[in-house]
């Protein structure tokens, strides 16, 4: 049989964000999302600013945590354009949980705000020049919420009572965003896991490894990256209502697995299933940062 020629892959571009893609603030189609970190700094300021040698997120009980924002996914630290920040609250990358009340807090936190991750980015034509990019996930567009949600409920079913690992990826969707010559040199950082630890006596097949699973969350990247005044305008007013503050409600979801659950429906709805000190203080770390220091940086151009 003869072989059938495939069409190159459309390379997003600049000019997606005057192409209706951002075609209204409450019905968006934004699913993931690319900008240049420098230039989400100067969009977002009420939620991200550099002080000294730490960027400054805030954290549970800042009055501008109520007011939305993102859930920052991270190890502590990230390097903007080749300078090295810490963070002074963000979600960990992997947490181990060892009850149902911490899961439903780990869920319902991770899915109430859009998630944020930072990647380097190297070009074949200097690969000892770094650029920095912050990397969206719509938490509230229905195709990205329901994949992680369909993990997390798939891998529930398919273990009942016992431990296992469930990790989300991202780094299929970014990498094939950027054209060839660039290369995402830290791609772990596109991933986020989570442990559940049961009380079960034999755990079988969480001693072999059998019960890892990994969901590769795939979804179409918008180029959120400008150097027009007008759509920086647009894109800045996008971010605001896409990190606005989610009113949470009982999710057909929570109600499933609570049915599911080794324990009794009573000992998982009677827990609080806001985020509670347990879970929220070694997930979001915290630490102290010195005085402001004002700072001015180039805007930077999109690879």
Known sequence: ?????????????????????????????????????????????????????????????????????????????????????????????????????????????????????????QTKKDTLKERTYAFLVNTRHPKIRRQIEQGMDMVISSVIGESYRLQFDFQEAVKNF????????????LSFAYEFKADALFDFFYWFGLSNSTVKVNGKVLNLSSTSPEKKETIKLFLDKMSEPLIRRSSFSDRKFSVTSRGSIDDVFNCNLSPRASLTEPLLAELPFPSVLESEETPNQFI
């Open 178 to 189: 950027f054209p060839p010559g660039n290369e995402v040199v830290n791609g772990e950082n």
């Open 1 to 121: 049989m003869a072989g059938v020629a495939c069409e190159p892959v459309a390379r997003p571009s600049l000019t997606s964000i005057s192409s209706g893609e951002l075609r209204s603030l409450w019905t968006c189609d934004c699913e993931l999302a690319l900008l240049p970190l420098a230039q989400l700094l100067r969009l977002q300021p009420g939620t991200f600013q550099l002080r000294g040698d730490q960027l400054v997120v805030p954290g549970p009980g800042d009055p501008a945590a109520a007011r939305g924002g993102f859930n920052v996914f991270g190890d502590g630290l990230v390097r903007l354009d080749g300078q090295l920040y810490r963070l002074s609250s963000y979600v960990k990358r992997y947490v181990e949980l060892t009850n149902y009340c911490d899961y439903k807090d780990y869920r319902e936190t991770i899915l109430s705000k859009p998630m944020l991750f930072f990647i380097n980015v």
